[in-house]
């Protein structure tokens, strides 16, 4: 069973930085890929970013490709999302998933395991 804990959210002026963390526990193969996905208030789940832990495919989402930066520590299973130069449009509960088969980031992954995830909010 796959566990994910996600931290890192919190209250942001426009303009701040933020970093979240998701460690998993329980993966049985070091192939394993994770992503980051946000739910604002009325509006659908959406995909963010997601990391594979063995290659260096990475996916980004247009509107956060040249302020959010995903990375891993694979001897964690943690992977990171650090938000940059953050707006209001980007609040929202963000969650990790992850896929322990470890399906590339555009085959698409299998998401089996969420966590609860961490409330963002970016406001004067």
């Known amino acids: 069973q796959v566990r994910l804990v996600e931290s890192g959210g919190g209250f942001v002026q426009p303009g701040g930085s933020l970093t979240l963390s998701c460690a998993a526990s329980?993966?049985?193969?070091?192939?394993?890929?994770i992503g980051w996905f946000r739910q604002a208030p009325g509006k659908e789940r959406e995909v963010v970013s997601c990391?594979?832990?063995?290659?260096?495919?990475?996916l980004k989402i247009d509107s956060v490709a040249d302020r959010f930066t995903i990375s891993r520590d694979n001897a964690k299973s943690t992977v990171y999302l650090q938000l940059n130069s953050l707006k209001p449009e980007d609040t929202a509960v963000y969650f990790c998933?992850?896929?322990?088969?470890?399906?590339?980031?555009?085959?698409?992954?299998?998401?089996?395991?969420w966590g609860q995830g961490t409330q963002v909010t970016v406001s004067t």
């Open positions: 998933a992850a896929d322990p088969q470890g399906y590339g980031c555009y085959d698409p992954p299998v998401y089996d395991y």
């Open positions: 329980g993966f049985t193969q070091d192939y394993w890929t």
């Open positions: 990391i594979t832990s063995y290659d260096d495919e990475i």
